[in-house]
């Protein structure tokens, strides 16, 4: 108790020192909390974020793993990527039956021309397929010419997956309603008639506003659509309805791919439509052998994909794990464009982690080393006051708890008012940094569009483009109990350190020696 109060009384007594420590360890408190704060909510924002998000998932051939294993093993890339073709409808909802999957949908897309009388929307000089004029192999309300079902053209010819020649149109077929996703979500908005049925090929289909604007039609109306592989195909769609897109059409500025990248260019249907109009490009496609030995089909190429829904993270992670155990081959991956876009949205806080974390080291390292020097300097100054409490029989080592418990208070009151502080101003200084980090990547990414001619902005959905990224603006709290924690922590540290050399002198002090020597 003698020591306490005697600490207490030494730091009222000699307050133009202790307020100048005091000052410096506050100027570190704030400093501290600032850059503790913004580690906190990055940390708080990747382990929480993807928690209240829906992530999905897929299941795809990982070509770079098979790239490593061609390399390794000398083998010819092109015949492990014909080994390991896309997961067949029926794999992927095997694997969608493990528990760690909330629920599950599937897709089909292809890429169609212009048939009679209809014109895709274009806002560039980009030149489309050809026109057809034939009118055979067509199929209307769910029936193909032949009277097969897509399940037995399915059977004829395996064709290649991919999306093959390019046509004006994107045609998407969906599973049922959980599958469309820019309908759950409000990007698109059904305006005028109704959704087709998912449960049979009907051959109805929703186009958008602009395409129904451009080219007259209305819902009952049909449109007709082909083959970009083979002209002599067309197939004749009803309109159920039609759709409004909020989704950014292609800067015109830039190179367009075809006009089938195009929002107002997409086409939706349901699944088993889709199909049936496969399987009916398969029953009349024109097989043949390339010059080099590979099978070439004149059929509309499709794709299959699959999507898995999960509920958390964690569930995610595990289903990664027990596909393998259900057979997954290493050839392919899960990968999920959720937790990609929400793990790029971080970019710029996570940069700002970073020079928080060097921030924060050279505010230690430079402020306890003028904690050190300040504290030896007043060793020198109370070195009588050192020998007159050892000549009058007071232990070293409880001279040297005086001492400690002295920097401590004067630590802990400056670091307390330091984290009020740092806790006020955290919030808007994380903020505006954040800002500059974002206007920074930003930046680089418009000069990085005009390198290549693209005019600036984000990327556009082209081939090899880098994808527009919503990064997180703001944060909206910054410090908690753990930033505070470890300011008490940082607290003790530098006190504990900054006494060190103090304690070196007091235990090396001859009491008789400083009493004598007394100028």
């Known amino acids: 108790m003698y020591i306490l109060k005697n600490s207490i009384r030494n730091v009222t007594r000699n307050a133009g020192r202790n307020i100048l420590i005091g000052m410096i360890v506050l100027v570190i408190a704030i400093s501290s909390c600032v850059a503790l704060s913004i580690k906190q909510s990055a940390k708080q924002l990747e382990a929480t974020g993807l928690n209240n998000i829906q992530i999905t998932g897929s299941i795809s051939v990982d070509r770079q793993s098979l790239m490593t294993q061609a390399k390794a093993s000398g083998t010819d890339v092109q015949s492990l990527m014909q080994e390991n073709q896309d997961l067949t409808l029926a794999e992927m909802q095997n694997y969608a039956t493990s528990q760690y999957v909330k629920d599950f949908y599937y897709t089909l897309s292809s890429s169609v021309s212009k048939g009679s009388g209809l014109e895709p929307v274009s806002t560039s000089k980009t030149t489309t397929t050809a026109n ?91 449109i007709q659509v082909i083959n970009p592989n083979a002209t002599t195909e067309v197939y004749t769609l009803t309109v159920a309805g039609i759709y409004n897109t909020t989704t950014a059409a292609t800067n015109s500025d830039n190179m367009r791919f075809s006009t089938a990248s195009d929002p107002a260019n997409q086409i939706y249907t349901s699944y088993n439509t889709l199909k049936a109009i496969g399987g009916q490009s398969i029953s009349v496609a024109t097989v043949g052998t390339d010059t080099n030995g590979n099978q070439t089909t004149t059929a509309l190429r499709t794709q299959e994909n699959g999507t898995y829904i999960f509920a958390d993270m964690t569930a995610y992670e595990n289903f990664k794990t027990d596909v393998t155990t259900m057979g997954l081959p290493t050839a392919y991956t899960v990968t999920s464009t959720d937790v990609t876009n929400y793990e790029n949205s971080l970019l710029p806080l996570q940069n700002l982690n970073n020079f928080a974390t060097i921030f924060l080291f050279l505010v230690l390292l430079i402020g306890g080393s003028i904690l050190v020097v300040l504290n030896i300097l007043s060793m020198r100054e109370r070195k009588y006051e050192i020998g007159v409490l050892t000549a009058i029989g007071m232990k070293k080592k409880n001279v040297v708890i005086q001492f400690i418990t002295e920097g401590f208070i004067v630590t802990i009151l400056a670091i307390l008012l330091g984290t009020g502080i740092g806790a006020v101003a955290s919030v808007p200084i994380t903020n505006a940094l954040l800002s500059q980090q974002i206007t920074s990547l930003q930046t680089k990414q418009s000069t990085q569009q005009s390198n290549f001619g693209r005019g600036g902005g984000g990327g556009s959905g082209q081939p090899g483009q880098a994808a527009s990224v919503t990064y997180i603006q703001s944060i909206s709290s910054a410090t908690d109990i753990t930033v505070v924690m470890e300011l008490i922590g940082i607290g003790i540290l530098l006190t504990v350190l900054s006494s060190c050399g103090a304690m070196v002198f007091i235990l090396r002090y001859d009491p008789l020696n400083i009493l004598s020597n007394r100028s």
């Open 132 to 222: 057809a004029t034939a009118t055979t192999n067509q199929i209307t309300s769910g029936q193909t010419t032949s009277g097969q079902t897509p399940t037995d053209n399915a059977t004829k010819v395996d064709v290649p997956s991919g999306m093959g020649t390019q046509g004006d149109f994107t045609i998407t077929g969906y599973s049922g309603e959980n599958a469309m996703a820019s309908f759950v979500s409000g990007t698109n908005q059904v305006t005028s008639g109704q959704v087709f049925s998912f449960d049979t090929a009907d051959m109805t289909c929703l186009i958008s506003e602009e395409l129904a604007t451009m080219n007259g039609l209305s819902v009952g109306s049909t």
